[in-house]
Each structure stands twice: as structure tokens, then as C-alpha cells.
């Protein structure tokens, strides 16, 4: 009795696109890339100089197609969408409510985040709910790759008493505040800012007169006095 082999089922050939395919049919995109620019400044935001990203419990962390990269600018093709997202990254300050936002924002940036030039993050500090370790290293692992950015501040509030702002009393946040000193002094030519306290004017030591002042003694040893803002706490205000 002969042996038939079964031979395998061929599969469907993988589609491939022709010569034609890839040329560029869009008038659009044989632009000139100064004139494409121009046209990505009358359409991104072109009254805002910067831009507040934040996300909530209700909206899914990736879905900025509802908020920031809402204009139709971003959905016309990937190579559209990439440069208008550059535009995005190096013309408006980014100003971000979170480390939680960021990240997910940065990730959806992909590559743009090379060309982020202004980021401001607020980031509020909570008594006994410190910031998990894998979301700082992520955090910074993002920012690390922002090698166009000249301006970064950190907003940072207080929740919960006590208010002072020193390692002890912060515990395990002190990391947070570690790995933003670290990055600083690794990026050469960058201004920074920071900012302390700003969350709740109303959480005053009756032991202090000066609350800000008395609150940020610790953290102004780590960060610097000559890097410290007063007073304005814009983007962690928004909360």
C-alpha cells in the first residue's frame, strides 16, 4: 500500500505593495517641508503657546485622539501625523498633570519625543502613597530621550501632613526628587526650574509664618535655590 506525505497548505502570499503603491499621491506631502511646517502652524493650536495634558480614571490613558491630538491634522496618514506631532513636540510647551500622563503621552509620541524643547510636570506627593518605582524609572527613561529639550520644570505639591519637604518626612518620594537632580545634571544646556509647596496654599504649619518658604528648606538643599520658582505653580494649579 503506498505512503502519501500530506503536503502543507499554502498560505496566502504576503501582500506587497508596487512601485506605483509607494509613490506619494498626496499633494500635501510634495510640498516643501519649510511650507508643510507653516501649514502645521495654522492648524496645531496656532493661539496657544502651550499645551495641558492630563488624563482621568474615566478616559483611557492612550486616547489623546479625544483631547490634545484631537485636530483631523493627526489622522490623515502615518507620515502626516508623524511630522504634525514633531510640529507639536518643538513648537508648544508641554505642560503635564502627572507622571502618569506623561508617561502615556510620551509613549504615544513615540520618536517625537526627541523634538520636545519645554516640559513642565506637576506632580503631587502623597503622604503614604509614594510614586512606584517602575513609574519613576519609566518616567526618566522617557525623559532621557528628549535630546532637543531646553526648559524642564517640576511642579511638585504636597498632600496629607506633615508638609515639610525633607528626605525623612517624604520617605520613599525622596527617590523622585533624586532622579530629578540626577537628570538635570546630565543635561547640559537645559534651563531648570522647580517648584514646591504649590498644591495646597492652605496646608500651613501653625509653626511656620512663611509656609513655603519653612516647607521647601529640604528640597531647596537638593535642588538648588538658584533653580527654584515662586509663586506661579501654573500647570499643578489645573488640578
Not at 103 to 111: E, K, Q, T
Not at 199 to 203: C, H, L, T, V, W
Given at each position: 500500500?503506498?505512503?502519501w506525505t500530506r503536503k502543507p497548505k499554502k498560505g496566502p502570499k504576503e501582500p506587497k505593495a508596487t512601485p506605483e503603491q509607494n509613490q506619494i499621491n498626496s499633494g500635501f506631502l510634495k510640498l516643501p517641508g519649510e511650507l508643510r511646517n507653516e501649514i502645521y502652524s495654522y492648524v496645531i493650536y496656532p493661539t496657544l503657546r502651550s499645551i495641558t495634558i492630563a488624563i482621568t480614571q474615566k478616559r483611557k490613558a492612550r486616547h489623546f485622539s479625544e483631547s490634545v491630538l484631537n485636530p483631523g491634522v493627526f489622522r490623515i496618514c502615518h507620515q502626516v501625523r508623524a511630522e504634525a506631532i514633531s510640529y507639536l513636540c518643538s513648537a508648544k510647551h508641554l505642560k503635564i498633570c502627572g507622571s502618569d500622563a506623561a508617561?502615556?503621552?510620551?509613549?504615544?509620541?513615540?520618536?517625537g519625543i526627541r523634538g520636545v524643547k519645554r516640559i513642565s510636570i506637576a506632580q503631587p506627593i502623597r503622604q503614604g502613597r509614594p510614586l512606584p518605582p517602575e513609574q519613576i524609572d519609566m518616567l526618566f527613561y522617557y525623559l532621557d530621550q528628549a535630546a532637543s529639550l531646553k526648559y524642564f520644570k517640576i511642579e511638585m505639591g504636597k498632600i496629607g501632613a506633615p508638609y515639610g519637604w525633607s528626605k525623612d518626612i517624604i520617605g520613599e518620594d525622596w527617590v523622585f526628587l533624586e532622579k530629578v537632580s540626577d537628570f538635570v545634571k546630565e543635561k547640559d544646556g537645559m534651563k531648570?526650574?522647580?517648584e514646591a509647596g504649590a498644591?495646597?496654599?492652605?496646608?500651613v504649619d501653625k509653626n511656620w509664618?512663611?509656609?513655603q518658604t519653612a516647607r521647601a528648606n529640604g528640597i531647596r538643599e537638593l535642588l538648588g535655590m538658584d533653580h527654584e520658582g515662586w509663586g506661579s505653580g501654573d500647570v499643578i494649579r489645573l488640578w
Open positions: 500500500m503506498p505512503f508617561i502615556a503621552f510620551f509613549d504615544v509620541l513615540g520618536d531648570f526650574m522647580w498644591y495646597d496654599s492652605r496646608a509664618v512663611l509656609s
